[in-house]
């Protein structure tokens, strides 16, 4: 018997896809509670496991930035929500605050499978412990629902909390004022004239652009500018 088809990997540009799941803060369908808001899914594949709980505890402190930035945040465990209650008080208790965004109990790895986060494309494939093979992603969705970036980390390697908010902070600047960020950008640091901007109306809109090349085009883009332009 043939496999039965599945849908095309999820890529940049990508429709997030839709679910409904049970989670720690109750039932949610997920787009509906996203809203007209940004929200960053990230994976893990088991409760407990040490590196998870870091970056946890991290996101449990950071949360207000990335309130300030209209992001919400959601996790999803490869274990039930009754499992996860437990996990939370380790997690607050590392965090020194109380974590309250939520997390998705994914027991049949079912939206693991959907959003393409396992090691390999079989939702029972577990290790010799029963740890379901899950790749540790990150994806960052806007408000249109779409998939703005996709990250998958190894077992080992704990996330950079800053970056996602680096990242954030870029998108949300590339939306509103026609600019891209150059390598190692951070709010307040130069930014690049976007491609698909004349150079003639790019020296109108921002008179001091300094043109290194005829497609590397920099222009100033204040702090003040990238907070006006979270969501």
């Known amino acids: 018997m043939a496999d039965e088809p599945r849908a095309p990997p999820l ?13 720690t803060v109750g039932f949610i ?6 809203g007209n808001k940004w929200a960053i899914l990230f994976s893990h594949p088991e409760d407990y496991t040490p590196v998870c709980t870091t970056e946890l505890a991290a996101l449990a402190k950071y949360e207000p930035e990335f309130k300030k930035r ?13 499992t996860h209650g437990g996990w939370i008080n380790d997690i607050d208790e590392i965090a020194g ?10 027991k049949d790895r079912q939206i693991a499978f959907a959003y393409d986060m396992l090691d390999h494309q079989d939702t029972t494939n577990v290790d010799s412990r029963g740890i379901a093979f899950t790749i540790r992603s990150v994806f960052i969705i806007d408000p249109s629902k779409t998939i703005r970036l996709i990250l998958a980390y190894p077992a080992s390697t704990g996330r950079n909390t800053a970056e996602l908010l680096r990242v954030i902070d870029s998108l949300q600047a590339s939306d509103k004022h026609r600019i891209t960020t150059p390598v190692n950008w951070k709010p307040g640091d130069d930014v690049i004239v976007h491609p698909t901007v004349s150079t003639e109306d ?18 100033t883009l204040s702090k003040e500018e990238v907070l006006a332009a979270r969501v």
């Not at 209209?70 to 009754?82: F, H, M, Q, R, T």
């Not at 605050?97 to 994914?106: E, H, T």
């Open 202 to 219: 790019a020296k109108k809109r921002w008179p001091a652009m300094r043109v290194v090349r005829p497609y590397l085009r920099y222009t």
């Open 29 to 34: 369908d997920f787009h509906e509670w996203i």
């Open 97 to 106: 605050c109380a974590m309250s965004f939520p997390i998705i109990g994914d």
């Open 11 to 23: 890529r940049l540009g990508s429709l997030a896809p839709n679910f409904e799941a049970e989670t």
């Open 70 to 82: 209209g992001v919400k945040l959601i996790g999803l465990s490869a274990n039930s929500v009754e």
